[in-house]
């Protein structure tokens, strides 16, 4: 499938240390943003503005969503619940050591789910030990909110995901991968993905359709 998209990494040593403020700033200075565009399904034509810096440090995977769409939702405070009714950006990693495929979202108010998954209902959710694991910067605060006319509003969310979670050491050359965009429950449900998706109908459980991204220092 050559519509596979592949992207390169920016490699920040200690991007992990980062917290707020100084990791936006270091993420939207230094990385080349990618576009999470393809609206893969005509019935949900809706794109909202989405990009996506990667970065990744001997430790971590750093990743910087930046969001402007005209309905901000976010309803879901606990962790693991179903964020993806939400204003929502998710990030699917192909299992590095083994069989299947981690999922990872958040939504715009930074309520996390994580799971490892054989298929999109043979799963298991993160215990809160591990999903604690994950760093979660939100330019929101974590609070329901509902924002109808949101257009000239931009949110975003920053993620350090430890290779450790993923059953790494250190950071591998590559990871297959892909981004997505949601909001289920939004007024104008959406469904888009960085690596375009050749399903019928929206699915974002497909590691066939997975991208990659190269780590090269």
């Given at each position: 499938?050559?519509?596979?998209?592949?992207?390169?990494?920016?490699?920040?040593?200690?991007?992990?240390?980062?917290?707020?403020?100084?990791?936006?700033?270091?993420?939207?200075?230094?990385?080349?943003?990618?576009?999470?565009?393809?609206?893969?399904?005509?019935?949900?034509?809706?794109?909202?503005e989405?990009?996506?810096?990667?970065?990744?440090?001997?430790?971590?995977?750093?990743?910087?969503?930046?969001?402007?769409?005209?309905?901000?939702?976010?309803?879901?405070?606990?962790?693991n619940?179903?964020?993806?009714?939400?204003?929502?950006?998710?990030?699917?990693?192909?299992?590095?050591?083994?069989?299947?495929?981690?999922?990872?979202?958040?939504?715009?108010?930074?309520?996390?789910?994580?799971?490892?998954?054989?298929?999109?209902?043979d799963?298991?959710?993160?215990?809160?030990?591990?999903?604690?694991?994950?760093?979660?910067?939100?330019?929101?605060?974590?609070?329901?909110?509902?924002?109808?006319?949101?257009?000239?509003?931009?949110?975003?969310?920053?993620?350090?995901?430890?290779?450790?979670?993923?059953?790494?050491?250190?950071?591998?050359?590559?990871?297959?991968?892909?981004?997505?965009k949601?909001?289920?429950?939004?007024?104008?449900?959406?469904?888009?993905?960085?690596?375009?998706?050749?399903?019928?109908?929206?699915?974002?459980?497909?590691?066939?359709?997975?991208?990659?991204?190269?780590?090269?220092?």
């Amino acid at each position: 499938n050559n519509m596979k998209k592949a992207a390169d990494a920016q490699y920040i040593p200690g991007i992990e240390r980062l917290s707020g403020p100084d990791f936006t700033d270091k993420m939207l200075s230094e990385v080349n943003p990618q576009d999470v565009a393809c609206a893969n399904w005509k019935e949900y034509p809706y794109i909202p503005e989405v990009t996506l810096r990667i970065a990744f440090s001997d430790s971590h995977l750093a990743l910087l969503y930046k969001v402007r769409e005209e309905h901000i939702r976010g309803a879901e405070l606990e962790d693991n619940g179903p964020v993806w009714e939400d204003s929502c950006v998710e990030t699917f990693i192909k299992d590095p050591v083994g069989e299947g495929y981690y999922n990872i979202e958040v939504n715009c108010i930074g309520t996390r789910l994580a799971a490892h998954r054989l298929s999109r209902t043979d799963f298991e959710l993160f215990k809160p030990e591990k999903l604690s694991k994950i760093g979660c910067i939100a330019s929101l605060p974590h609070q329901v909110t509902d924002i109808s006319d949101a257009a000239d509003k931009e949110w975003m969310i920053g993620e350090l995901i430890p290779f450790e979670v993923l059953g790494l050491d250190a950071a591998p050359e590559s990871l297959e991968v892909n981004f997505y965009k949601c909001g289920d429950k939004c007024r104008q449900p959406h469904f888009l993905s960085w690596s375009p998706i050749g399903l019928p109908e929206p699915n974002f459980h497909c590691p066939e359709f997975f991208g990659k991204i190269n780590l090269i220092k």
